[in-house]
């Protein structure tokens, strides 16, 4: 009860929220997704579905601890952050938790959204979880403890360390290594050249001591130039020590490299086969195609085999995805003392065999495939998965009496503040997503309704307004830094209502279109013009998370 009350604090006793101001009420959220892969390949018996957690799930870093498995992902700029994840069979995940849950943990100040926490590193040792990260643009290099992976947490403690992506790796003779991605130690030769660097850490005070020493200069062929190697995590076997690193930056060319040395600290051969897994080597043209893989972490089971998660991205047509980059599974088998999770050239299946594990019993809405879920917000605390742009510094929010209540505030959804915003993670690219609110707006350019969101620079927002001393439903579009921070409006009818009353504002992603509709009777739905999707997908909007979908509200100034 006190982690739940600690993850929940920042959700219900911050600041006051002005009293004249007005508030939006939401009755209910109903999410529903099915993707027409979900139909086209179902798990048989004995089998999983791919990915394991849908719609932006990035950079997973999973890890055992008995018969338990914990797994977290980046989130960036949102709050809370750093997802704990928790299952016993590698393929059913329940969220348990938030290692970001209180505001003065981190400060994402005026932060864009693809910036803050990436590709976190989960691992434990004697008793204690440590998870360690990168702020980027607000701290950088960090590790947390807990005694709990569900928390909470422990504050941040920085160091020094220059880069990103740092992990821990405890060795059988007790010392302990911290390694990341950083500079070259020479000027770099190209751009995208990094080093992979390693050296010792201090448990007590959680800094890094003594020599910093140079793992992998640039990639596995240096003079083909390689990109971005990062992500990077150490393994003993056999008598080695096994490096993985992600590299080819996480785009089409993203894949993951495999080397081995018998000292901890190298130096490190590439494996034979390289990369052990990418799906830059398949045609662009396949059917349903999943895409940007890497970004590995291996984890095993109790009888000794080995598992990967890593992420992959799945587009809906060219390189068009606008759930972001989600979190797979496969195993990994062993060959002549090299560990491989793909031969070349080999797709990434949709459906695979199960990991030899006791099937979880169904605790939880799935995670993937085809599926619906309401929140009717009971009790006093939200879900863990609602996530907020940045960290909040008043009380604009609150759930009670069976209702979520946001305060409308004069901050819009494309500014640098934190708006009144709740969103959850965009999961499909084809589904419906449905509101029930009461708004009763006091001056023109008050505004609440619902947000489909992948930047401050590109969102929709469907929402109920005072228009010419009536009420009208907006549908208003943001597709770029240069369109008015709260939007464009697209389409506008004025709507018999009473201030107060309950209408149902509905988004329907469809691929590259996506529909709006209205109800102010419940199921006699208006429909809006379709609009463009792909303006919520990365390749448009840039950055590295995926589109969350959730209610708003916004005041005049």
């Known amino acids: 009860m006190r982690r739940l009350l600690l993850a929940a604090s920042a959700l219900t006793t911050i600041g006051a929220a002005p009293q004249s101001a007005p508030v939006a009420s939401f009755d209910w959220f109903a999410y529903r997704g099915a993707d027409p892969i979900d139909s086209a390949v179902e798990p048989g018996p004995g089998q999983y579905r791919n990915p394991v957690l849908a719609g932006f799930h990035p950079d997973p870093s999973v890890l055992r601890v008995g018969d338990d498995y914990y797994l977290v992902n980046s989130t960036f700029a949102y709050f ?14 329940h969220q348990i938790g938030n290692a970001i849950d209180r505001p003065d943990q981190f400060d994402f100040g005026k932060l864009r959204l693809s910036r803050g926490i990436f590709a976190p590193d989960l691992s434990y040792h004697d008793g204690t979880y440590y998870l360690a990260g990168t702020c980027v643009d607000c701290g950088g290099n960090f590790v947390m403890t807990a005694r709990d992976p569900a928390g909470p ?44 660097w390693i050296q010792r850490i201090d448990l007590t005070t959680l800094q890094p001591f003594g020599p910093r020493t140079v793992l992998i200069d640039g990639g596995v062929h240096p003079a083909e130039k390689p990109i971005w190697a990062e992500g990077p995590h150490i393994y003993a076997h056999d008598g080695w020590y096994y490096l993985s690193t992600a590299e080819g930056g996480t785009a089409e060319n993203h894949s993951q490299t495999i080397w081995r040395s018998k000292s901890v600290d190298g130096p490190y051969t590439p494996g034979p086969i390289n990369p052990i897994l990418t799906q830059r080597d398949l045609p ?8 940007s ?8 089971t109790p009888s000794g085999k080995w598992w990967a998660t890593f992420l992959a991205t799945r587009p809906y047509k060219g390189d068009f995805y606008n759930i972001g980059r989600e979190t797979f599974l496969l195993p990994v088998t062993w060959h002549d003392g090299w560990p491989l999770i793909l031969p070349p050239k080999t797709p990434i299946p949709y459906v695979h065999k199960r990991p030899d594990l006791p099937r979880e019993a169904d605790r939880a809405r799935p995670q993937t495939g085809a599926f619906s879920y309401r929140d009717d917000f009971g009790g006093e605390r939200l879900s863990p998965a609602w996530l907020m742009i940045r960290n909040p510094h008043s009380r604009w929010y609150a759930q009670a009496d069976g209702a979520l209540r946001l305060t409308a505030r004069p901050a819009p959804l494309g500014g640098n503040t934190q708006p009144s915003y709740l969103g959850r993670r965009l999961q499909h690219h084809h589904g419906t997503i449905t509101v029930r609110m009461h708004f009763a707006p006091k001056q023109a350019g008050d505004r609440a309704g619902i947000a489909i969101l992948q930047s401050q620079d590109y969102f929709y927002t469907l929402s109920l307004a005072e228009k010419d001393g009536g009420m009208a439903v907006e549908l208003r579009k943001r597709a770029g830094a240069d ?11 004025p709507v018999r209502i009473k201030a107060g009353a309950p209408i149902d504002l509905s988004i329907r992603p469809d691929g590259a279109r996506i529909g709006f509709a209205y109800a102010v009777k419940p199921g006699t739905w208006h429909r809006l013009p379709d609009q463009d999707a792909t303006i919520l997908s990365t390749k448009t909007a840039g950055g590295f998370i995926g589109a969350t979908v959730g209610p708003f509200a916004t005041a005049a100034h």
């Not at 809370?80 to 995940?93: A, E, K, N, Q, T």
């Not at 893989?293 to 095993?300: I, L, R, S």
């Not at 369109?483 to 506008?492: E, F, H, K, Q």
């Open 153 to 196: 947490w422990s504050d941040p403690v920085w160091n020094k360390i220059e880069g990103i992506d740092p992990s821990l790796f405890f060795d059988a003779d007790g010392s302990a290594w911290i390694l990341n991605n950083g500079t070259p130690p020479e000027p770099p030769r190209y751009e995208g050249h990094r080093a992979i």
């Open 293 to 300: 893989a890497g970004h590995a972490d291996f984890v095993t």
């Open 483 to 493: 369109d008015p921070a709260g939007g464009t409006v697209v389409a506008s009818e």
């Open 284 to 291: 662009a043209d396949r059917d349903h195609p999943i895409t």
């Open 80 to 93: 809370p952050g750093l997802p704990i994840y928790h299952s016993r069979d590698l393929v059913s995940w």
